[in-house]
């Protein structure tokens, strides 16, 4: 079993769908990642988040942290929104002074024209 | 400008060959990172690394050292290749190390044969 725990593992969607990208994990966190990795290859930092909500255009991420769950949302999307959706929580349980980053092994979304 | 930047962008090598793959920031980051991400696109933290302190995966093998010249650039240095080597490295930076937001390079496509 993964530490960290992504569902759905791919998703296909029309073009203007509500998405929503699921991570859940299992121990005590300080903060929680949402990367998107492009289908070229690049990885781009979407969130970064301990608590509540956070929204930057159509995305919004939400945490609960006593639930140990976060849900990554995108509204009206659209093909471009294409890529990897990647979980990713920072943890004491992994080592180092501040915790290391544990990764899910994310979300490979589609949209349809 | 590239806020992150590796070189090689594709490496290809012999087994048990010594190689290198370089990583630049120009963003005055104080904290650098490395992840190994395999064939089934699962991101792996190697290091963290800022000026006060080196953070080793455990399950990297020590045939994978670190190396910072300066706070600028940490350069990834692998001994004795495997074939498991195999794998895009990518490098990241964050402000502050633990607590910030990422900024990844494009990563460095190794393959050995």
């Known amino acids: 079993k993964n530490e960290v725990e992504q569902s759905p593992q791919n998703l296909t969607a029309q073009e203007g769908e509500f998405i929503t990208i699921n991570c859940s994990y299992s121990v005590g966190i300080s903060a929680l990642h949402w990367l998107q990795q492009h289908p070229g290859g690049g990885i781009v930092s979407l969130f970064m988040?301990?608590?509540g909500k956070k929204k930057h255009g159509r995305l919004i991420a939400t945490i609960n942290i006593q639930e140990k769950h976060s849900s990554l949302h995108i509204t009206a999307s659209h093909p471009r929104d294409s890529a990897v959706y990647i979980c990713?929580?920072?943890?004491?349980?992994?080592?180092?002074?501040?915790?290391?980053?544990?990764f899910g092994k994310g979300t490979k979304l589609s949209v349809k024209p | 400008d590239t806020a992150v930047s590796q070189t090689p962008k594709y490496l290809v090598t012999q087994m048990g060959n010594d190689k290198s793959i370089k990583c630049e920031q120009n963003?005055?980051?104080?904290?650098m990172y490395w992840y190994k991400q395999d064939s089934k696109k699962f991101l792996k933290i190697m290091f963290s690394y800022n000026n006060k302190e080196l953070i080793i995966n455990e399950t990297v093998p020590n045939r994978f050292s670190p190396k910072s010249p300066d706070k600028a650039h940490l350069n990834l240095h692998i001994n004795s290749l495997e074939l498991g080597d195999s794998a895009v490295y990518f490098c990241?930076?964050?402000?502050?190390?633990?607590?910030?937001?990422?900024?990844f390079g494009p990563g460095t496509r190794l393959t050995v044969l």
């Open positions: 988040l301990s608590s």
């Open positions: 990713a929580v920072r943890s004491r349980a992994y080592g180092g002074s501040q915790g290391n980053l544990i």
């Open positions: 990241a930076s964050s402000p502050l190390y633990g607590a910030d937001t990422q900024y």
């Open positions: 963003l005055g980051h104080d904290t």
